[in-house]
């Protein structure tokens, strides 16, 4: 049972994760998910394999490239949220920090929400921008 605990919704998170950084329209997540698993321990610590299976252009230094996460991930462990508001939120914001940015009124000219529910988003993020200020803390 602990295991299950630990290890479960794995592969959910995991395809999250990839539609967070992935370029958008190349292939499906699981196509990436399955790209990254055939690969090599060495080649899972080359940071432009990892960039390319993503989707992003060939360049110099990837450590230069500015890559920010679209959000998917932290707004599906919001209660109730459903994943068609996750999409709109993420193609209205195009980004997490700018969904972090918006007043209500911003999140309320998000289709699908009413202002209950972009209270509710408000204050969702607000209390896990909280909690993982007070577990650094603790660390």
Same mark, same amino acid.
């Given at each position: 049972m602990q295991l299950e605990e630990i290890i479960g919704n794995l592969e959910q998170e995991e395809l999250l994760i990839i539609k967070d950084y992935m370029v958008q329209d190349k292939k499906k997540e699981s196509e990436i998910l399955q790209e990254i698993i055939s690969l090599d321990q060495e080649e899972l610590l +080359?940071?432009?394999k990892i960039a390319k299976i993503l989707g992003y252009e060939n360049f110099d230094n990837? +450590?230069?490239v500015g890559v920010y996460t679209k959000g998917y991930r932290i707004l599906n462990k919001i209660p109730r949220m459903p994943n068609n508001i996750v999409e709109n939120l993420v193609k209205t914001f195009k980004s997490f920090q700018h969904i972090l940015l918006a007043d209500i009124p911003e999140l +309320?000219?998000?289709e699908g929400i009413g202002e209950i529910r972009a209270r509710t988003i408000k204050q969702a993020l607000q209390r896990m921008q909280e909690q993982f200020v007070f577990d650094r803390m603790l660390i």
């Open positions: +080359d940071s432009g990837y +450590d230069e +309320d000219n998000v």
